[in-house]
């Protein structure tokens, strides 16, 4: 598994409650451009439409040496998943208020585009503010037992 981009500001906004690996359905010039690591996941989410899912917001920059027939930047783009993970995904999405956020792209053992997309619940910003304290005092406690491990 080769890691490509990964949303890191999803992890700051929501609560990952599960992460499913899914596919993508990308055109020639995308994939030049994925391979190159011109891609940005900030802001992307998933939505459904007419039982199936799709991705938007990704960012995949235009292939330079591209022709007239390069893609749109910002297109909203296919997720490959079995129907049953779509009903449950639907289902949980719907009744539970849920989010579809792409957590990273990379590629799979076959070389193929795979898309780590994660069902979220988002922040608040009291919890985001929960969250920043808990690292800080981790840090702490880090340099606290670092400096006597030091001076012992």
Do not use: C, W
């Amino acid at each position: 598994m080769m890691k490509i981009a990964d949303n890191k500001k999803a992890y700051h906004d929501y609560f990952i409650l599960e992460k499913i690996e899914v596919g993508i359905v990308l055109t020639g010039t995308e994939m030049k451009s994925i391979r190159k690591r011109r891609l940005n996941l900030k802001d992307s989410y998933g939505t459904v439409v007419k039982g199936e899912i799709f991705l938007e917001g990704v960012h995949i920059s235009p292939f330079e040496e591209g022709n007239r027939f390069n893609h749109e930047p910002l297109r909203t783009r296919k997720l490959l998943l079995h129907k049953r993970q779509i009903s449950r995904l639907i289902g949980k999405i719907k009744e539970e208020g849920l989010t579809l956020v792409p957590l990273s792209f990379y590629f799979n053992e076959r070389g193929k585009v795979k898309v780590s997309l994660g069902l979220a619940k988002g922040k608040k910003l009291y919890d985001k503010r929960h969250v920043l304290a808990k690292k800080e005092s981790d840090r702490q406690i880090e340099r606290a037992l670092k400096e006597k491990i030091i001076n012992d």
